[in-house]
T-cell receptor
Framework: SQKIEQNSEALNIQEGKTATLTCNYTNYSPAYLQWYRQDPGRGPVFLLLIRENEKEKRKERLKVTFDTTLKQSLFHITASQPADSATYLCALALLRGGYNKLIFGAGTRLAVHP | EAEVAQSPRYKITEKSQAVAFWCDPISGHATLYWYRQILGQGPELLVQFQDESVVDDSQLPKDRFSAERLKGVDSTLKIQPAELGDSAMYLC???????????????FGPGTRLTVL
């Protein structure tokens, strides 16, 4: 069956450390993968996109890797801050009939402590 | 900065009643999406419009849910009758569509929190 798995337990880290979140998938062949941030009671906000032929993407303190052999993406936040506390969702983009369809994981809740 | 608007933000209804949600996408965005997000899960696509046409409604429970985007701008999602299991956050998103290319970014609205009693 097709699955997207993200750490179901919350990740608690100390301010200033690097947070690493994992997204694993099975039986999908995504054209690209996206990471979103979601705060409680709000809609997701797009952070980064990485294509299937890219290994790594960076944006400020954020870094994403994509290993299509392992079927895994890692999302890193360096020098984490309490304001980074939120739920982070990974989403696989599947091309269907000329359109893109996003399949979301359940998300991982990150808590950064001062 | 342009945003996707949704209303109402919260809705409480009793089972078997009808409910409707409204979404106004970012101006110029041809593609509009309705998602359902159950607490603790990721968003699940219910229906996708390209302009006024439905391009994907494979996960829409068509016996009780309907969606329309008559003029290719704003959209309404309706549930009739509502069931207890429909309690969730209903999110609307929009994107440029074909003009945005294959890596088109989706912009989400704040959502409507539905509680069915």
């Amino acid at each position: 069956s097709q699955k997207i798995e993200q750490n179901s337990e919350a990740l608690n880290i100390q301010e200033g450390k690097t947070a690493t979140l994992t997204c694993n998938y099975t039986n999908y062949s995504p054209a690209y993968l996206q990471w979103y941030r979601q705060d409680p009671g709000r809609g997701p906000v797009f952070l980064l996109l990485i294509r299937e032929n890219e290994k790594e993407k960076r944006k400020e303190r954020l870094k994403v890797t994509f290993d299509t052999t392992l079927k895994q993406s890692l999302f890193h936040i360096t020098a984490s801050q309490p304001a980074d506390s939120a739920t982070y969702l990974c989403a696989l983009a599947l091309l269907r009939g000329g359109y893109n369809k996003l399949i979301f994981g359940a998300g991982t809740r990150l808590a950064v402590h001062p | 900065e342009a945003e996707v608007a949704q209303s109402p933000r919260y809705k409480i209804t009793e089972k078997s009643q009808a409910v409707a949600f409204w979404c106004d996408p970012i101006s110029g965005h041809a593609t509009l999406y309705w998602y359902r997000q159950i607490l603790g899960q990721g968003p699940e696509l219910l229906v996708q419009f390209q302009d006024e046409s439905v391009v994907d409604d494979s996960q829409l429970p068509k016996d009780r849910f309907s969606a329309e985007r008559l003029k290719g701008v704003d959209s309404t999602l309706k549930i009739q009758p509502a069931e207890l299991g429909d309690s969730a956050m209903y999110l609307c998103a929009s994107s440029l569509g074909v003009a945005g290319g294959p890596t088109d970014t989706q912009y989400f609205g704040p959502g409507t929190r539905l509680t069915v009693l």
